[in-house]
């Protein structure tokens, strides 16, 4: 199982950047899919989530009309574009799946992407 994030930098406020994060291993259009980001001396906050079958996508109070999540479960591939960034927005971010059965919770995470928008 994988999860390889990509798209961070180091950017300017008001700029956009958009990250990726492409599963490997594991039946990704059955899971929930979640970017969450962490500032260290920080709690891992979840940005924005989007869900399996319906597609619902739910943010955080702080970036909602400036970030969108999407995925592609062709691609096994989801998204998180990032308008207007801000200094505020600066963190590791990372990308989450999950899927509740009956029986179990399997979450998986991947590696994390840095993400610093400084002027």
């Known amino acids: 199982v994988q999860l390889v994030e990509s798209g961070g930098g180091l950017v300017q406020p008001g700029v956009s950047l958009r990250l990726s994060c492409v599963a490997s291993?594991?039946?990704?259009?059955?899971?929930?899919m979640t970017w969450y980001r962490q500032d260290p001396g920080k709690e891992r906050e979840l940005v924005a989530t989007?869900?399996?079958?319906?597609?619902?996508?739910d943010y955080t109070a702080s970036v909602k009309g400036r970030f969108t999540i999407s995925r592609d479960n062709a691609k096994k591939a989801v998204y998180l574009q990032m308008d207007s960034l801000k200094p505020e927005d600066t963190a590791v971010y990372y990308c989450?799946?999950?899927?509740?059965?009956?029986?179990?919770?399997?979450?998986?995470w991947g590696q994390g992407t840095q993400v610093t928008v400084s002027s």
């Open positions: 989450n799946a999950r899927r509740t059965s009956a029986l179990r919770q399997y979450v998986y």
């Open positions: 291993g594991f039946a990704f259009s059955n899971y929930d």
């Open positions: 989007i869900t399996s079958p319906s597609g619902t996508t």
